[in-house]
């Protein structure tokens, strides 16, 4: 079997883009620091500058479509929000025909330790009180709509996406309850220490503080336009718990 030969691409070194996009006619970028790079400045530095010049490059290779994989809008501010939203007012600026897909919260970010949620310690973070409903969603099924958007001819200029059902963060727990068979530790994180974190931390902090204070107020998509476009079997939270 032939290897195919890849470029190095560093979206930080914009000189590295041009042959890795020569006779590319799609792109989607999921590119992001976060939140594994805790340095001020990255978020910038990749996020929006990165992926900035990412669309720069492709518009001067002649790339046809761009799917850009960002979040849905929160009403605060914060420096990941504000990257995410300059690369989507470029594309749809862009000659490109670009897509920007806004997925709500990932199962298989939020349902792990790096968010205080651990199946092995049966323990969970609650930000806030937990009991307002998100659509959660999974990474696979974000993954499978992508694909849908990039092999349609005439795809919508943004999806607003979300999973099949609206559940609180403790009713998340308690169907990993459920799951696991034993109770699980609830730990509860006051509004007032994330709205603190999101005026005095880092970067990456204070857009941890904001995407928990989303999960503390609530955000559900309808996802019925979207499923009738694309007829995608979503995951939901059980599956997910169960695999």
């Known amino acids: 079997m032939r290897e195919l030969w890849r ?31 805790p340095a001020d400045g990255a978020i910038d530095r990749i ?37 995410k939203r300059a690369v989507e007012k470029r594309l749809l600026e862009s000659p490109m025909r670009s897509v920007v897909l806004r997925p709500g919260k990932f199962m298989d970010i939020w349902f792990s330790p790096l968010c205080g949620f651990d199946p092995a310690a049966r323990s969970a973070a609650i930000f806030g009180d937990g009991t307002r409903p998100l659509t959660w969603i999974a990474r696979d099924d974000v993954a499978e709509l992508a694909a849908h958007v990039v092999a349609d001819d005439d795809p919508p200029e943004m999806l607003e996406l979300g999973g099949p059902e609206a559940l609180s963060q403790q009713d998340v727990v308690s169907i990993y309850e459920q799951s696991t068979g034993a109770p699980w530790t609830r730990a509860p994180v006051a509004v007032e220490e994330l709205e603190r974190q999101l005026r005095e931390g880092s970067e990456l902090e204070a857009s941890l503080a904001a995407l928990m204070l989303e999960a503390h107020l609530g955000a559900v998509t309808d996802m019925a336009p979207v499923l009738d476009r694309y007829p995608v079997r979503l995951t939901n939270v059980r599956e997910f718990a169960t695999r």
């Open 7 to 37: 470029p190095e691409v560093d979206l930080t070194r914009p000189e590295t883009l041009p042959e890795a996009l020569r006779g590319v006619r799609c792109v989607v970028s999921t590119a992001t620091c976060f939140p594994r790079n």
């Open 47 to 83: 996020d929006r500058d990165g992926n900035l010049a990412l669309v720069e490059a492709a518009e001067q290779a002649g790339v046809e479509r761009f799917v850009f994989v960002s979040f849905r809008p929160i009403a605060l501010d914060f420096v990941l929000q504000r990257a």
